[in-house]
């Protein structure tokens, strides 16, 4: 998830309710071991993948909003055949994808049903009102995320600690350290509400475009792709599988992987290129660089989509604090960092419970 898989939050999906899976996926992107819910029947876990048969085939959109810089037809062909080296560099699986359908974001969106919009509506956290009680209720999905990371809670910590608004103060445990997070997201999510696109519209528009909840939720539509490459700005906040790295960010997440019902793995996973296509003072300080050139938006672009195939396919978590390994969520936006210290042997395959396959689940809901 890279972001949130995962939200890359995170996890491999960032699903109703509190405590996501470790959501690695967020772990991942969002990712975790099966996510604590209420007792219904309505939730199942999607089953790890069969990758028996090679090459696994993996069919993508590019889906465009057209108010912002797109990718060229050229980089994302160049994109999905870097990624296609990195995933059989750092996980040892074939892949190979299908052509790419470009697609309109506002046909995407217009397939969500009246039932998902309405059962998910109450999970977007609308920061322009928000009271204690949601900033309460925020700071309860942070600490249910941060429960799967009991484990490795010093290294949880030290990732957030230097990105938050007082890193100064480091937190005794995961309550404090929920507390900061909801605090920093707020603080950072605020400054996208303030800003205009090129054409002079704000960024973040009443469409709901950048709301990952709704794109926590394509799955339920007749979306029929594995793979989702967007220019679309992801930035919000929500009521549940809020993670660590897309918290310190602001609420963006620039990478998800999540349940979908049309697809062989019974998921998929979108990857968005807004901050590497954009430079303003926010993306440029979460970046630490100015301006991107084409090769490094093509390298980190295949990374990030690397990073999301793993929870796709493997099912992995988010070993925070392993720098090298590819799984471990982005620190920031800092792209040029990551990428520069990834190292696949040192991070291999069921080298540590993270990149285990099944560390984390992706659940979704039969009703929908």
């Not at 491999?12 to 996510?35: G, K, P, Q, V, Y």
């Not at 509400?193 to 475009?209: K, M, S, V, W």
């Not at 800092?334 to 419970?353: F, H, I, K, M, T």
Request: with cysteine.
């Amino acid at each position: 998830m890279n972001h949130k898989i995962f939200k890359a939050s995170y996890w491999a999906s960032r699903h109703i309710f509190l405590l996501c899976f470790l959501s690695c996926f967020i772990s991942a992107c969002n990712t975790d071991d099966a996510e604590k819910r209420s007792p219904s029947d309505d939730w199942a876990t999607v089953p790890l993948p069969d990758l028996s048969l090679q090459p696994v085939k993996l069919r993508v959109a590019s889906v465009v909003n057209p108010r912002f810089k797109q990718l060229t037809e050229d980089q994302v062909s160049r994109i999905l055949s870097r990624t296609r080296q990195m995933v059989k560099q750092h996980f040892a699986i074939d892949i190979t994808f299908t052509g790419v359908d470009t697609v309109a974001i506002k046909d995407v969106f217009n397939q969500l049903s009246g039932e998902v919009l309405n059962s998910r509506r109450d999970e977007i956290v609308d920061i322009e009102h928000i009271d204690e009680q949601a900033r309460e209720a925020m700071q309860q999905s942070v600490f249910g995320t941060l429960e799967n990371y009991a484990d490795n809670t010093n290294n949880v910590i030290d990732f957030a600690q230097p990105y938050l608004l007082h890193p100064e103060v480091k937190p005794r445990g995961f309550i404090e350290l929920s507390y900061a997070l909801v605090d920093t997201l707020i603080s950072r999510l605020k400054y996208w509400q303030t800003q205009e696109a090129e054409d002079g519209r704000p960024i973040l528009e009443d469409n709901g475009y950048h709301e990952w909840v709704w794109w926590d939720s394509l799955g339920y539509t007749e979306l029929p792709y594995d793979i989702v490459i967007t220019n679309q700005l992801v930035a919000s906040a929500e009521n549940y599988a809020m993670d660590v790295h897309s918290s310190i960010r602001g609420g963006i997440t620039a990478g998800t992987t999540t349940y979908n019902k049309n697809t062989a793995f019974s998921g998929y996973v979108y990857i968005m290129v807004y901050p590497m296509l954009n430079d303003s003072e926010l993306l440029t300080t979460l970046r630490q660089d100015k301006t991107y050139s084409d090769e490094q938006i093509v390298n980190y672009s295949a990374a990030l989509l690397t990073h999301e195939i793993g929870h796709l396919l493997l099912h992995f978590g988010h070993p925070f604090g392993q720098k090298y390994c590819i799984m471990s969520p982005t620190v920031m936006l800092n792209y040029r960092d990551w990428y520069d210290n990834l190292d696949a042997e040192r991070c291999a395959v069921g080298s540590n419970p993270d990149m285990m396959p099944g560390a984390v689940s992706i659940d979704y809901n039969r009703r929908w």
